[in-house]
Nanobody, 122 residues
C-alpha cells in the first residue's frame, strides 16, 4: 500500500497548481481521501476530503471556491486542483486515505503519502 504525492512547486500568488496522489497496491475508489497541509511551525490541518461516493467536504473555509478534489479511477489517482493560490497556502501538502468516513482529523487516516511542498510567493 503506497501513496505518492507530487505536483508541488513554487508559484506566484494568483497562480494555480494541481497536486496528484497516485495509489499503488490498493484501489483508491474504496477509500475516503483527504488532503492535508502543514505549514512551518503549525499543526497539520485537514483541507478537504473526497468520500467514496464522490462527495467533497471542505475543512478550510479559504479553500472553498479555489480548491477542487477529484479522482481518476482508471489512473488510481486523486487530484487537488488549487487555483488563485495565496501566500497563506504555503505548506507541505499530504494525501491520506481511510476506509470509514471523511474526517478533518489526521489521526483518522492510516495511510499517508510523503508530502509535496507548495510555496506561494506574494
Amino acid at each position: 500500500v503506497q501513496l505518492q504525492a507530487s505536483g508541488g512547486g513554487l508559484v506566484q500568488a494568483g497562480e494555480s497548481l494541481r497536486l496528484s496522489c497516485a495509489a499503488t497496491g490498493f484501489t483508491l475508489g474504496y477509500y475516503h481521501i483527504g488532503w492535508f497541509r502543514q505549514a512551518p511551525g503549525k499543526d497539520r490541518e485537514g483541507v478537504l476530503c473526497l468520500s467514496v461516493p464522490g462527495i467533497s467536504a471542505y475543512y478550510v473555509d479559504s479553500a472553498k471556491g479555489r480548491f477542487t478534489i477529484s479522482r481518476d479511477d482508471a489512473a488510481n489517482t486523486v487530484y487537488l486542483q488549487m487555483n488563485d493560490l495565496k501566500p497563506e497556502d504555503t505548506a507541505v501538502y499530504y494525501c491520506a486515505v481511510q476506509r470509514y468516513h471523511c474526517s478533518r482529523r489526521a489521526a483518522a487516516y492510516n495511510h499517508w503519502g510523503q508530502g509535496t511542498q507548495v510555496t506561494v510567493s506574494s
